[in-house]
């Protein structure tokens, strides 16, 4: 290969500017450093539970309208960061179209934790819960955190840890290894309801996704979970913010088992439940945010509840509960086939 000159600052601001031009337009007329992200164009919430804010209701059903033109481009190109200065013979361009480098990149590790504690707290459940179990063991040897953040993992090392899983248990683990090797940053705060929430990170550069929890007036695990229904998601620019709480009491309503039937009308019954804390990061951090920053197709709505049901069936103690989206998003109850399919995003 022949070499290029070296990506210097400038050269790179000229690709962002040259060919992102009219993407990076803030609809705010304000520049973020280094970077001019779109303020509103790609906003997504994910809300677990039933929304209850109207305010907040608004600024979702808006993102949803927008977010079906978004171009998965923008995420790629912001998520550039300065590692990519490592490979100076390849343009930023080729590293993230189409490369096996791609997911391979064995120098980002771009599923961050807003503090160590969040990083560590995220890790240790998805060895203690959501990878809990034995046909598991091998993949959970490669799930590693380091300060903030989860060590990149290897494919072919991802490969042998989980030949011999079922279809939907490959589903779920190759989420959270979409997450840990992702080309963008994904950022979770994992809080406790006492806890304040904690949404500053030097490299979450696309400000307005903290500011959007902030103007939903979420300032602790309390209100995450109160007013969110156990946590959230915000996406936009190659970045996606994600607050869960570790011990959420919130009622999540649309949840139902095929036995259990509610004895005056014969019907399968709503049950109310809250959700565990691997639940919550599989339907925002998976289901919303990686949903949304690889392109998924459908808004965010069934690529969440569809995480819940994966989870739900693949998890330490499945037991045929499902979710049915009624209290989600769209307010729609989604068929079987909807409901239930793995998300296209982490479709092995
Ligand atoms: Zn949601």
Redesign the pocket.
Known sequence: MRKQPPLTKNRLKYVYNSLEHNHFQSSYGMTMPGRNGSATDQYR?????SEKDDEVKGNGNSYTTHFRQHDPRVGRWLSIDPKSRKFPWSSPYVSMSNNPIYYNDPLGDEFIGTDKKSARRVKRNMKNETFSREQFKDFRKLIKVKGDRFKKIAQNDFDDATRNLSTDEKALALGYFKMINAPEKHFINAVKRRESVDLDHSELTVTNLKQAFVNAGISSGQDADDKL?G???IASSGQSLTVVVVDSKALVNDFEHPNIIDPSTGDVKKISRSSSFGELIA??AI??GLGALSGSSTS??ED??QM?NLFLRTTSSPNGAFRTGES??TGVRLNESQRSSIPAHVTP
């Open positions: 919430y994910g809300y677990q539970g229904g946590g959230g998601n339907h925002e289901g919303h965010g709505h969440a509840i819940t989600h998003g």
